[in-house]
């Protein structure tokens, strides 16, 4: 009994080490960023486009919290959007309207030392087809 308890034990290791790993490597990260002192969310964080257009237009929501009261400039690879920087270390949100086609990267950056602080990505998917029926007989089959 104690001998099939132990083996099953041991089947199981491997898959409680890789789990292990898995969770100590997203911890790890969560820590870069605490070390920083700074967390950017945006909301929302996904886009469906629509069947008919393949244009995600939405307003979006980026907040921010600093441990360290600094001032802060907002990055991104959308086009229409030049950098934004706060006025003061108080603000905590911008609010966007885009219209985009592909993904769009938010970085969060010290005004003055220009060192990455946070960063988040818009995740723009489009709609899926629907998919067309494929007949699974030939037509010349009696069933």
Same mark, same amino acid.
């Given at each position: 009994?104690?001998?099939?308890?132990?083996?099953?034990?041991?089947?199981?290791?491997?898959?409680? /080490? +890789? #789990? &292990? $790993?898995?969770?100590?490597?997203?911890?790890? =990260?969560?820590?870069?960023?605490?070390? @920083?002192?700074? /967390? +950017? #969310? &945006? $909301?929302?964080?996904?886009?469906?486009?629509? =069947?008919?257009?393949?244009?995600?237009? @939405?307003?979006?929501? +980026?907040?921010?919290?600093?441990?360290?009261?600094?001032?802060?400039?907002?990055?991104?690879?959308?086009?229409?959007?030049?950098?934004?920087?706060?006025?003061?270390?108080?603000?905590?949100?911008?609010?966007?309207?885009?219209?985009?086609?592909?993904?769009?990267?938010?970085?969060?950056?010290?005004?003055?030392?220009?060192?990455?602080?946070?960063?988040?990505?818009?995740?723009?998917?489009?709609?899926?087809?629907?998919?067309?029926?494929?007949?699974?007989?030939?037509?010349?089959?009696?069933?």
């Amino acid at each position: 009994m104690l001998n099939q308890v132990l083996v099953s034990l041991f089947r199981l290791l491997p898959i409680g /080490i +890789l #789990t &292990l $790993s898995l969770l100590s490597g997203s911890a790890i =990260a969560a820590h870069e960023d605490e070390e @920083l002192g700074s /967390i +950017l #969310t &945006l $909301s929302p964080e996904f886009c469906i486009t629509s =069947a008919d257009e393949n244009v995600c237009k @939405l307003t979006l929501v +980026l907040e921010w919290e600093n441990e360290f009261f600094r001032p802060i400039c907002i990055l991104s690879d959308y086009k229409e959007m030049a950098k934004w920087c706060a006025e003061s270390a108080e603000t905590h949100s911008l609010t966007l309207t885009i219209s985009a086609t592909d993904d769009i990267q938010f970085v969060m950056i010290d005004k003055e030392t220009h060192q990455t602080l946070a960063g988040v990505k818009l995740k723009v998917t489009p709609a899926a087809e629907p998919k067309v029926r494929r007949r699974y007989r030939n037509p010349w089959s009696l069933f």
